[in-house]
């Protein structure tokens, strides 16, 4: 078998029990709260702590990672003599993305005998955690390196992002939704449906009144890109800390779609990277479906 590594971020939001079983390494991204400085370390307790502080009114502060500490992280892979994939969010989120990409550039250089293969995966949270998961299993069944990578870069857009926030106002103060201007709404029951594109951007796409119908209509708008195969593999819920809704939104998947019926739908907590644009009550709904109906 190959000697590579597919390495990650903290923002798939998978958990680390599941990266160490699985051998997936991932680099910590840090947030602050009242100027103590935390690492995502993809715990349930680190998880919470995020949930909890903001629902006590307190802010969530990210930071891109430096070059030096994605240098270090690369380094103590590579230097086990491993070929590397790594993936991470959509660089339209992150600005860390480019410093990871001028790094892996570096030491490519450096390293010119190992194959070092950086995948945008125009995904976040939920999107990524489902790709780097497809990505492991490949591996793990005997995939080769070019084999993972050609598979990663011909499927990566395939993975849909429906989601809604209780209030529009974290992603537009964060400036990661392109068209929020146009979407606040002069209710507090507005609540807006948001897409990721194929651009990996935020993308406002509906508004609906209340928070059991803009539910409601994310798993309706779910027939748009569905595919037969999206129920062959894993789908998730994702919560910032509202987990009955999750359990709500999983069971009317399996009312309206027969072919999801028995499908492994699982619940993903969000971690506290987008949980700090997106704010609590957030919910999403992520699966591997034809490709991405909704551009902005």
């Excluded at 599941?18 to 307790?45: A, G, M, N, Q």
């Excluded at 660089?91 to 070092?116: F, P, W």
């Excluded at 990578?149 to 989601?163: C, D, L, P, Q, T």
Aim: aromatic content about 10%.
């Amino acid at each position: 078998m190959e000697n590579y590594v597919i390495a990650t971020a903290s923002t798939c939001d998978i958990e680390a029990s599941w990266l160490e079983k699985h051998e997936v390494p991932f680099i910590r991204y840090t947030f602050s709260i009242d100027d103590t400085v935390y690492e995502d370390d993809c715990t349930p307790e680190m998880r919470k702590l995020c949930y909890d502080a903001m629902r006590a009114g307190k802010m969530l502060h990210t930071s891109a990672i430096t070059p030096d500490v994605y240098e270090r992280f690369f380094r103590g892979i590579l230097d086990r003599g491993c070929d590397l994939i790594y993936t991470d969010m959509s660089r339209a989120i992150s600005s860390s993305i480019e410093n990871a990409e001028a790094v892996l550039e570096m030491l490519q250089k450096e390293y010119g005998g190992q194959r070092i293969h950086f995948i945008d995966s125009f995904c976040i949270t939920g999107g990524l955690n489902l790709f780097v998961k497809q990505l492991v299993k490949r591996k793990e069944d005997g995939a080769s390196f070019d084999d993972v990578v050609s598979w990663g870069e011909a499927h990566k857009k395939e993975y849909i992002h429906r989601f809604m926030v209780e209030d529009l106002q974290w992603l537009r103060r964060g400036g990661r939704l392109s068209n929020a201007s146009a979407f606040i709404g002069t209710l507090l029951s507005i609540k807006p449906m948001i897409y990721v594109t194929d651009e990996g951007k935020l993308f406002a796409w509906k508004k609906v009144r209340g928070r059991k119908k803009v539910l409601q209509e994310l798993v309706a708008s779910m027939q748009e890109d569905l595919a037969d195969y999206s129920a062959e593999e894993e789908l998730t819920v994702i919560s910032a800390d509202d987990r009955e809704d999750c359990e709500a939104v999983i069971q009317m998947i399996r009312e309206t779609y027969p072919h999801l019926k028995d499908a492994d739908i699982t619940i993903t907590d969000l971690g506290p990277t987008i949980c700090a644009h997106v704010g609590p009550d957030f919910l999403a709904i992520i699966y591997h479906g034809k490709g991405r109906v909704i551009s902005g």
